[in-house]
């Protein structure tokens, strides 16, 4: 929508103008027979390009469902600039709050000016100026990522584009997981600072920043790697995994094959016990399918 607009010299405010739409109201699945008339595109069936809120909860955007909004970044844009200077074009995974690297220029991606440190917004004169009027597509200096945010990015990425990605060393407790189930399973591994802290509340109702989305990820990098490194009992992250995210996504799958996973990691992580209490506290989970 940004691109659409600095193209044809006009703002987003006057785009949603356009096309009937409030000032502050976000782009959504109902403009989208609007927005790809003034383009000639009408008609034209399009991949759930944008956001469509479902009944009882959830949002499917680019073809994937999302248990809870927080895990696409509606109000905390991100970039590379490396892909704003070369392409001036907006990459699918930068909307994802767990996406935190560009693999074609291995570098982290920026949710703030480089200039006067302004955080960037969607609603801004074109992708590749801030609405602070500074360019945003600087040069970075070279950084070294961690294998482990690498590998990350490249399941999200994957699991994004609907290919099976390579789940390494978890592999046979992840093979088959959905999008929105493995963004839920690095938000419940990596949100705790430490052992049976608290998490920010902000994490659950706000997208996080670039910076603390990637300590979420190194958190639940390293957290994975010494639990399977320490054989098929994961009962040692037990105090430093949050419930809630594993809980919501058992409850509430986007499919039956997350919620057998999840509850697998869930037993592993929390002993037969915890499972069978929750079990009992929800009896749906105890129900057999007829077929």
């Not at 403009?31 to 069936?45: I, Y």
Request: glycine content about 6%; proline content about 5%.
């Amino acid at each position: 929508m940004l691109r659409m607009a600095s193209s044809n010299g006009i703002s987003l405010s006057r785009l949603r103008q356009l096309v009937g739409m409030t000032e502050n109201e976000t782009f959504s699945a109902k403009h989208e027979n609007q927005l790809f008339g003034l383009v000639g595109l009408a008609g034209h069936t399009s991949p759930e390009l944008l956001p469509r809120r479902l009944r009882g909860g959830g949002i499917i955007c680019y073809g994937h469902r999302f248990r809870v909004k927080t895990l696409l970044r509606f109000r905390r844009p991100q970039v590379c600039p490396a892909c704003i200077r070369e392409t001036r074009c907006c990459a699918a995974h930068w909307d994802l709050s767990v996406s935190v690297l560009c693999l074609r220029h291995r570098c982290f991606l920026q949710d703030f000016c480089p200039k006067c440190h302004a955080a960037i917004r969607w609603n801004r004169p074109s992708i590749e100026w801030g609405h602070c009027k500074h360019y945003l597509g600087w040069v970075l200096a070279e950084e070294d990522i961690p294998q482990e945010l690498i590998s990350f990015q490249q399941i999200t990425e994957g699991l994004l584009s609907d290919q099976e990605p390579d789940f390494s060393g978890l592999a046979s407790l992840c093979h088959g997981l959905s999008l929105d189930a493995w963004c839920n399973l690095l938000w419940a591994v990596g949100l705790m600072a430490g052992p049976n802290a608290t998490p920010l509340r902000t994490v659950s109702s706000a997208a996080p920043s670039c910076v603390s989305a990637r300590a979420i990820l190194l958190r639940a990098a390293g957290r994975l790697q010494r639990a399977v490194n320490s054989g098929p009992n994961l009962s040692e992250l037990a105090h430093v995994v949050t419930e809630a995210p594993l809980v919501g996504t058992i409850l509430n799958p986007s499919n039956e094959r997350d919620r057998s996973i999840v509850l697998t990691w869930y037993r592993l992580i929390f002993g037969v016990r915890e499972e069978a209490a929750l079990i009992r506290r929800h009896r749906s989970l105890s129900q057999m399918n007829l077929f």
